[in-house]
């Protein structure tokens, strides 16, 4: 089987949770001396203030062939025999998962080190747009990462503001996971 | 809550799977942000012979202090919110998990590398025997982690050689996770 095939990359519609055992069960192999996994959850304050729940939009195909690539630069890096990474859109409620990856491979450093890599890069150039619900409010946010990064595998994101949208907020802050 | 209360650390009997969404549930929490996590697994090769399954022994009442004690260091290094800690004894079939980590953290930073920290530790500290059951024989393994570090968080880690037992193996190598 061609590493390509060992790869899932889904983003998922709106109120579809994940199902972390499905993704943690395709990266299951006989070979596979080891499974590292990361789940992005909704957390409940950021910066003192109270979140209810955060909301994710993307522009997905061009968010699927950026998760893509990240998986193929971690099977440059490291010896990975499957990959499997999902994302939500739409209103994450607290306690759920927005992102999760399950990276499985012979040795345990090879999945750990390639697990961080692949959550540290959809973090930093993915494009998908987050918006923080608050008790009092709402605001887009972009993550940290992808400002410090000012290019991505994907180009430069851009949320683009539709009629009756607050636009893109104060970006200089996120509620990084 | 106190942080030893955020901590759940069990050996299993043989014969009982690791139940991984009990771990997963156990360690999320409203204010974590990021849940880490890492299963060993027994794959089907290890140098070249086909591996049946694995087989673990434990001096339990030490292996749970030992990796109690391990928690307390990931605390003490890393901004946790929960971890949760499992390892079976007795046969492991190829594909099963054998030791499953989950950490739980409000960024995913501290999630992650203390995941790491935990299992690197167990493997080099905690005294758990492996057998590995190939084909055409089986040998007890020690982890070479283990063999490295002299000085054990409990001490030394010797395997009891008992009537009928074929005792230690050849420790040179071991099936590294």
Chains 1, 2 share one sequence.
């Not at 060992?6 to 499905?22: G, M, P, S």
């Not at 608050?134 to 851009?158: A, D, I, M």
Request: proline residues 3%.
């Amino acid at each position: 089987m061609a590493d390509e095939d060992r790869n899932l990359v889904e983003i998922l519609e709106e109120h579809t949770e994940i199902d972390i055992a499905k993704y943690i069960n395709y990266v299951s192999a006989p070979q596979a001396g080891a499974i590292a996994t990361f789940s992005g959850t909704t957390r409940d304050t950021f910066d003192g203030k109270t979140v209810l729940e955060l909301r994710y939009e993307a522009y997905v195909p061009m968010a699927i062939r950026c998760m893509k690539s990240i998986c193929s630069s971690a099977r440059s890096s490291w010896n990975l025999v499957s990959i499997a990474v999902a994302h939500r859109l739409g209103p994450v409620s607290v306690g759920k998962t927005s992102v999760f990856i399950a990276v499985s491979s012979v040795h345990r450093v090879d999945a750990l080190d390639a697990c961080k890599f692949v959550i540290d890069e959809i973090k930093a150039s993915v494009p998908i747009w987050k918006k923080e619900v608050y008790g009092n409010g709402e605001v887009w946010k972009e993550n940290s990462e992808f400002l410090e990064r000012r290019k991505s595998c994907c180009g430069p994101k851009v949320k683009v503001v539709e009629e009756g949208d607050s636009g893109i907020g104060n970006n200089e802050v996120n509620q990084d996971l």
